[in-house]
């Protein structure tokens, strides 16, 4: 069984990103959730506050844990010596860019694959915007993201 990591925003993590979590966490011997520190995108929840979050929800997973990184996704993997990238698919709209990153990291790192799990059904729609586009404007985004974190969510747009 190989190790992999998760990348992305995570801001905040809904219960799509621990979908595809306990998924990738079944077919790999360990997997590393990283959260993406991008200077140039003001985020929502700090990064302390993204990674307490996915360490709440991830915590009856035993082989999974929680980093974050800052600069090239595929240095990091390479630091952590990780076979494998997980992405998530959503929609054709995510397609795009992943496969455009896929390639590129491909190019870069050879010995790194990229391995892209499609969404569960239950939640094609689901991403953070819209957890806070919802919050924001004060309705019910109890359905969309763990419980573990709900209140830290609605504390935030409160
Ligand atoms: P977003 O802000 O769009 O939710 P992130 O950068 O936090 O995006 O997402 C991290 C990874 O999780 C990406 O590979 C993304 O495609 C995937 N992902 C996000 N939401 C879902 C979902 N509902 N189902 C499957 N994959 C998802």
Known sequence: MAKAIYPGSFDPVTKGHLDII???????????????ENPRKVATFDIKKRVEMLKLVTEPYPNVDVDYYEGLLIDYAQQRKVDI??????????????????????KLRPEIETL????????????????????ALK???????P?????IILDRFS
Do not use: C, P
């Open 22 to 36: 306990i998924r990738s966490s079944k077919i790999m011997e360990h997997l590393t959730v990283a959260v993406l």
């Open 147 to 151: 419980t573990e974190v709900y209140e």
């Open 116 to 135: 892209f799990m499609m969404t569960n059904s239950k939640y094609s729609y689901l991403s953070s915007s819209i957890v806070k586009e919802i919050a």
């Open 85 to 106: 990238i997980i992405k998530g698919l959503r929609a054709i709209s995510d397609f795009e860019f992943e496969f455009q990153m896929a390639l590129v990291n491909q």
């Open 139 to 145: 309705g019910d985004i109890r359905s969309l993201v």
